[in-house]
């Protein structure tokens, strides 16, 4: 049985106890993408429980992006994202890819100096001007990542010409980037980052830092915190040295 049986005794509410049961089945692959839920009423009745109490703990879980529902054929463990580890795409084309629209919201958005760091890290001169947007960012209205990243000023026509891609804002003023080094690490949320993904604090993710260059010239450095519970790393590997 994928999801076991709840414990009125115990402290948590019942419908957090089904949330629980239903992401443990999922991390243990009891239950794969597009696995159907047993209808709610089944459900219901196999766990003793109402059928409100099971319509809570399901509409937290499409909240959270772990469940879809399907007009008229039920509940679903929702398809992870995939990304491609080899390919240079924005997270625009990455959702698009998947028949998911990104969209995104400011955390800021202001024009800066590189600090010394990033003047190493981008191989800009000290005190060059940058642009920093911060932001998080959504697939089909669940959150999915935040990300920092700094541009050269340069490489962007204004402050303003971001607006929901970046990429597509760098390619509009003739600096998308051909190549890129990339370095993933995993990370736990803090409470502040917790609370913009709508996560457990605590939670697992990935960091992703992007450094990206167009033909030589350094177009941007970004930290990107992916949910880990959302997020498939994906690398085709060929053989020889
Ligand atoms: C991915 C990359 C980032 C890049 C972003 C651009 O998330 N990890 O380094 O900045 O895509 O995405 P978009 O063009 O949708 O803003």
């Known amino acids: 049985e994928a999801i076991g049986p709840l414990d009125a005794q115990r402290p948590a509410p019942l419908y957090q106890q089904l949330q629980q049961a239903v992401r443990h089945a999922i991390e243990r692959r009891a239950l794969k993408p597009d696995d159907a839920l047993p209808p709610e009423r089944d459900l219901a009745a196999d766990l003793s429980v109402s059928r409100i109490t099971i319509r ?3 509409d937290g ?3 959270e992006g772990l469940l879809t529902r ?3 054929a039920g509940t679903f463990v929702a398809a992870r994202v995939e990304k491609s580890f080899s390919k240079l795409t924005s997270f625009t084309e990455d959702m698009a890819a998947r028949g998911r629209k990104a969209t995104s919201s400011w955390l ?3 024009e800066g100096t590189v600090t010394p760091e990033e003047s190493l890290t981008l191989g800009l001169s000290p005190g060059a001007p940058v642009y920093r947007f911060h932001r998080i960012r959504y697939a089909d209205g669940a959150p999915m990542a ?3 990243s700094t541009i050269p000023a340069s490489c962007l026509s204004s402050l303003e010409a971001v607006t929901t891609s970046l990429y597509q804002a760098l390619a509009v003023s003739g600096h998308r980037p051909n190549r890129a080094l990339q370095r ?3 990370v736990l949320f803090n409470d502040e980052q917790a609370a913009l993904l709508g996560i457990a604090p605590g939670a ?3 960091l992703i830092e992007r450094r990206a260059f167009h033909h030589g010239e350094p177009v941007e450095v970004t930290q990107s915190y992916y949910r880990g519970d959302a997020y498939d790393f994906v690398a085709e590997l060929n053989d020889g040295p």
């Open 108 to 110: 800021s958005r202001a």
């Open 61 to 63: 879980l499409v909240a």
């Open 56 to 58: 809570k703990a399901f």
């Open 70 to 72: 399907r007009q008229g």
């Open 184 to 186: 993933l690490r995993a």
């Open 204 to 206: 697992p993710g990935l």
């Open 146 to 148: 935040l990300e920092y």
